[in-house]
Every structure is written in structure tokens, then in C-alpha cells.
């Protein structure tokens, strides 16, 4: 049963001599003549770029479509994915260990664990890749053998074991680590302090509670900035062109070296990689809405939501009857 209020208003003689409905009465938006002049700047910018893009003849867009799906491209594209998932899962595992091993009270593990997350993160992953790949000169035959003389159990090579792509999982791989133990362990940190007081309470080993309890929990916290790193790391992948590592960057590089068509193929890398990224990008917000259930944060909004709403395209809605 609904129930309609009036607003009266007053004469002069103070008795009240109109009476408004409620239905009637509607919110008036707030102006914002910044957002509107800066919304036209931005779109003014856009048209400008599109026409730059349009219009110039040195892009040469005959030649990128052209070499969009070139066999070298597309196979330097595989490689970049490849690289970028196998990088990945070692650092989400080895990141997680190296999570938990500096969050021990044991400095046997804390301590290494800590001077691997400053050494990786202190140094440029671009003279870790080079150094993986001239490890040789360092270490020319890679060896393992029983201590006190004992019999060599393997023996290498190290230009024969060290090939460009391990080289680049080494580098990229170790690296990355560094970063997702920080990002593990601020999840872990995230995680109510009381519920693993109350579980250990129940009696349950600190194993089973780091599983079952803690790093469900944490995944909420985990998953957003991963997903930027996953990112990321796709994009890092194009440094490994300098250990001669076919991937997306080298072939389009190599293409051109010999075409010296260098804009259209540095534009069609440019497109996969923005492809890819957009893909991911979809799956980090799918996983971010999976995660965010149950929990009192909201769901990240969608870009066209956001437009909306602050321009405020949506009509004013007046008071409830």
C-alpha cells in the first residue's frame, strides 16, 4: 500500500495554500562544466589521432595488413604465449614458496627467501637475461657429482643445456617469482589473523590451514594484481629479442631487416600484443567477479558503466511515491 506525501507551501498570510504532490518533485543534477569541456578536449585529441592514423601514407597500411598473419608472425606470436604462461606458472609456484618460506619463523628458510625477492627485484630482468644466456663464460660445463670425489652423476654443456628459450624461462621465470612472492605474501597478510588462531585452536596442522582456509581467502587479494603481472610479463617477453629468441618482437624485427619496412611491422606486433592484452584483460575481470562473491566488495564496474555514469547520460530519476 503506497502512501503519497504533499509539501505544502506557505502564502503570505502564513497559511499553507498549495500543496505539491511528491510525485511531481524532481532532483536536479549537479552541473559540471569541467567534465564536459574536458570530455570534448579528449574526444577532439581522439579525432585528431584517428585522422593522423587515417591519413598518413607512412604507416602503410597495405603492408601491415599484409604481414598481420604472416606464418614468421604468427608463429613469433605462439612463442610469446608460450613463453609467457610457462614463465608464469614458475613464478606462481616458486613466488608462493618463497611466500610461505619468508613468512616462517625459521630463518633458515626466511633469510634466503628474503635475499632472493632484493636480488631479483633489485636487478634489471634484461642483465639477468643476458647474463643466463652468456652463462657459459661463467660456467663452462654444468656439472653433478656425489660430494668428497664421489662419480659424476651428469654433465653437460652449458651452451648445450642454456638455448636461448631456457635462457629466457630462466630469466623471465626467476624474475616474475620475486614479484608473486610479494603479492602472495601480501594476500597472505591480508587474511584475518583470527581465523588461523581459531583453527589451530580446533586442532587442525598449519599445512591444512594454509590450504584450506588462508589461501582461499587471500585469492581475493591475489588475483587483481596478478592478472597485471600476467600482463605484464606478456609484454616483458619482447626483451628476450636480444638473446636472438624468435618471438613476436624478432620476427617482426627479423622481417624488416630485410624489408626495411620497420613502421608497418613494428604496427603489426604493436596489434597482436594489444589483441592478447585485451583478451586477458576480459579474463582478469572474470576472475575478479568469480573471487569478489560473498564478499562486501562490489564487482569492478565495466568501462561503458563508468562512461555513463559520469557523464551522466542517465536521466535523473525523481522521488519515490
Known amino acids: 500500500m503506497s502512501t503519497s506525501t504533499s509539501h505544502p507551501i506557505l502564502g503570505g498570510d502564513g497559511h499553507a495554500n498549495v500543496e505539491t504532490p511528491a510525485s511531481q518533485l524532481r532532483t536536479k543534477a549537479p552541473r559540471r562544466p569541467g567534465r564536459w569541456v574536458a570530455s570534448v578536449l579528449v574526444l577532439f585529441l581522439a579525432l585528431l589521432l584517428v585522422q ?74 634484461l642483465v639477468q637475461l643476458i647474463f643466463w644466456f652468456n652463462l657459459s663464460s661463467l660456467i663452462p660445463e654444468i ?34 617469482a620475486a614479484y608473486m612472492s610479494e603479492i602472495v605474501r601480501g594476500g597472505i597478510l591480508g587474511v584475518d589473523q583470527g581465523q588461523s588462531e581459531a583453527a589451530t585452536a580446533l ?6 590451514i594454509l590450504q584450506r582456509i588462508v589461501l582461499p581467502q587471500a585469492m581475493r587479494l591475489i588475483i587483481p594484481p596478478s592478472s597485471n603481472e600476467f600482463i605484464n610479463l606478456l609484454k616483458t617477453t619482447s626483451l628476450v629479442s636480444v638473446i ?13 631487416s630485410q624489408s626495411f619496412q620497420i613502421i608497418p611491422l613494428l604496427v ?12 586477458l584483460s576480459f579474463g582478469q575481470r572474470f576472475l575478479e567477479q568469480r573471487f569478489s562473491r560473498g564478499s562486501s566488495r562490489s564487482a569492478p564496474v565495466s568501462l561503458w558503466a563508468r562512461f555513463s555514469r559520469n557523464l551522466m547520460l542517465r536521466r535523473p530519476r525523481g522521488a519515490a511515491s
Open 143 to 176: 656439472t653433478i657429482a656425489l660430494p668428497f670425489g664421489g662419480p659424476v652423476l651428469f654433465s653437460e654443456s652449458t651452451n648445450a643445456l642454456i638455448t636461448p628459450l631456457m635462457a629466457a624461462i630462466l630469466g623471465l621465470g626467476l624474475n616474475e
Open 244 to 256: 636472438t629468441l624468435s618471438e613476436l618482437l624478432y620476427s617482426a624485427q627479423s622481417i624488416y
Open 268 to 279: 603489426v606486433a604493436s596489434i597482436w600484443y594489444l589483441v592478447v592484452v585485451s583478451v
Open 203 to 208: 586442532g587442525m596442522p598449519k599445512r591444512r
Open 52 to 125: 593522423f592514423l587515417v591519413t598518413s601514407e607512412n604507416f602503410e597500411w597495405d603492408v601491415v595488413g599484409q604481414y598481420l598473419f604472416f606464418p614468421r608472425i604468427l608463429q613469433g606470436l605462439w612463442t610469446t604465449i608460450w613463453l609467457t604462461v610457462v614463465c608464469m606458472v614458475i613464478a606462481v609456484v616458486l613466488g608462493t614458496l618463497v611466500a610461505v618460506a619468508r613468512m616462517s619463523p625459521n630463518p633458515i628458510l626466511s633469510v634466503p627467501s628474503a635475499i632472493y625477492v632484493w636480488f631479483f627485484r633489485g636487478t634489471p630482468v
